[in-house]
């Protein structure tokens, strides 16, 4: 019994997720086009509404294109890795209070093995691919991953260190539900490490290298087509939701808002990752590609440095205060 | 001489990233500006006078032919090289050029209207019809037929004087006015007449930009 409950949770986890992958690319079409004063999607359904639903069923019913040079077992398996990787994070993501599919207590940790196995996923897509292109964005990926894992995991110890917890319910718990106890203050540098290396994380412009448009045709997945690059797609998307979902709660505070919403809990929640979601759009309209050399600059001589001083401040305020 | 490609900043800049922040309010104030996307099918564009379209044979009404004379300079002018023009000449009474065909292929064509600037008797206009594309190369490969139907067409539903289309202001540069053949010396505006012909950047200083792209477009 208890199983099957967990199994209809699942699944309406699922279904909710990806209706917000479809509605996401949605919302960064609309919102880059207006952004450039166009208009976006305008013709499926009324303004444009119905455009995922039919791109959905385009994608699905497209050739599926597997050249004939590929490492076929490895090319057909990377989009899944990619996929499941994504999805398993979600399952330990705190909606609200009690809304969690499972409440492990090294939630954290569990989130960042899963996001660097996703790019797993990234580096044999562009392995099996037997092109230059996806090659040369699987490459990418792995540096960047490498380099911006290590920043974005320090600026979260000072997470850890505050709240006492790597459980992510816990960690909303300990910043109360006023806004002086978000976290967002006491680790602002903290933050700043973390929103950089998580635009990393999920390139996305201004780090989109592994897929640069205008060099690498489309990166990694340059020979996918049809479902398979759908797939890589829903993985990035998700991947964005995981990690504004992880900012929502590491420092701004989890579901607690100005006030209790009766029927819908993660109402709070919610909204701070579509926020969240919106900045990532406004940031992909705005900024321009960093080139390699520099991106890896960033990195390692001003992120890495950056977390480390949080963290030493982060433990002597810590250890004279508590 | 040195250049500096980087304007210096302060310390509280760098910190703050400030060009990147004045970038993305830039972003923020187009998200809530109107846009210029003309939405196609159901909002036509305003078409300007001395819009270069469909190309069309005017149809002289005293003859119901055309009114080419084969002078050639048409098929001499056209930079993609797209008018095939087939006459002979009249030998019995006048000693004119009658024209057995005309042929314009439009897939090749360009659209820069030297055709009908060079014309001495305006037979060839570009008419403001944009929208013929079809399903067959035939059809848009006009013989000379095709041509004069074009202008019965555009001339029908003109809401013009039809004369007055004959495009007297498409004329060639920068030649004095007496020096141009007759047909072209017809009375046209002066904006459009010798010097004062507002072509390329001038147009900007002199027409007021569409109704529907004017506000909030202050580039």
């Known amino acids: 019994m208890h199983i099957i409950i967990i199994l209809i949770e699942i699944l309406a986890l699922f279904a909710l997720v990806m209706l917000h992958v479809a509605y996401a690319t949605y919302f960064e079409r609309k919102i880059i086009g207006h952004m450039q004063v166009r208009l976006g999607p305008m013709r499926v359904g009324w303004h444009g509404l119905l455009q995922p639903i039919a791109d959905g069923i385009k994608s699905f019913f497209k050739e599926d294109i597997i050249p004939a040079g590929a490492d076929r077992p490895t090319f057909v398996a990377a989009p899944i890795i990619c996929l499941v990787a994504m999805l398993t994070s979600l399952a330990v993501l705190p909606f609200a209070k009690g809304w969690v599919l499972a409440d492990i207590d090294i939630g954290l940790l569990f989130i960042f093995a899963m996001s660097s196995l996703a790019s797993y996923g990234v580096v044999l897509a562009g ?76 390139n996305r412009v201004p780090f989109d290298l592994p897929e640069a448009e205008t060099e690498l045709v489309s990166g990694y997945c340059t020979e996918y ?31 607690n808002g100005p006030f209790a919403v ?15 979601l919106f900045l990532f759009i406004w940031i992909r309209a705005t900024l321009p590609r960093y080139r390699y050399d520099q991106l890896m600059d960033l ?19 810590k250890a004279m205060i508590g | 001489m040195q250049i500096q490609y980087k304007p210096k900043r302060t310390w509280l800049a760098t910190i703050f990233q400030v060009e990147i922040l004045r970038g993305m309010a830039l972003t923020l104030k187009r998200l809530f500006s109107r846009p210029i996307t003309r939405q196609y099918p159901e909002e036509k564009p305003q078409i300007k006078i001395g819009f270069r379209g ?129 047909g072209k010396r017809l009375a046209v505006a002066p904006e459009w007449s010798g010097e004062q012909q507002v072509v390329g950047r001038n147009w900007r200083q002199h027409h007021q930009p569409e109704p529907s792209c004017k506000e909030d477009v202050d580039v």
Not at chain 1, 143 to 164: K, P, R
Not at chain 1, 299 to 317: D, E, M, S
Not at chain 2, 73 to 84: E, L, N, T
């Open chain 1, 299 to 317: 990195g390692w001589k001003l992120l890495i440095p950056l977390a480390l001083v949080n963290l030493v401040l982060t433990a002597c305020l």
């Open chain 2, 54 to 182: 469909q190309h069309a044979l005017v149809r002289d009404p005293a003859t119901g032919l055309t009114k080419c004379v084969g002078c050639m300079r048409c098929a001499m002018v056209c930079p993609s090289r797209c008018i095939r023009i087939r006459s002979h000449k009249e030998k019995e009474q006048w000693n004119r050029r009658l024209i057995d065909d005309y042929r314009i292929e439009a897939l090749r064509c360009v659209y820069c209207g030297y055709c009908v600037e060079v014309c001495p008797v305006n037979a060839i206009v570009l008419t403001e019809v944009f929208e013929y594309g079809a399903y067959d190369r035939q059809s848009i490969f006009f013989n000379m037929e095709q041509l004069l139907t074009n202008w019965d067409r555009f001339a029908a539903q003109m809401d013009r004087p039809v004369a007055d289309y004959v495009n007297p202001f498409w004329r060639p540069r920068g030649l004095a006015e007496h020096t141009l053949p007759v």
């Open chain 1, 127 to 202: 392995w099996a691919s037997n092109s230059k292109f996806s090659f040369l964005g699987g490459l990418r990926s792995m540096a960047q991953v490498i380099s911006y894992e290590i920043a974005m995991g320090l600026s979260l110890v000072g997470v850890m260190l505050l709240s006492g917890s790597l459980n992510l319910s816990r960690i909303v718990e300990a910043q109360g539900d006023s806004i002086l106890g978000m976290y967002l203050l006491p680790q602002c540098l903290g933050f700043f490490v973390f929103f950089i290396s998580m635009l990393a994380e999920t």
């Open chain 1, 262 to 276: 009766p029927f819908f809990p993660p109402l709070w929640f919610v909204l701070k990752v579509y926020l969240f």
């Open chain 1, 225 to 255: 087509s049809g479902m398979r690059y759908a797939i890589f797609f829903m993985a990035e998307y998700i991947g964005m939701m995981v990690m504004a979902s992880i900012g929502t709660i590491c420092f701004l505070g989890g579901w």
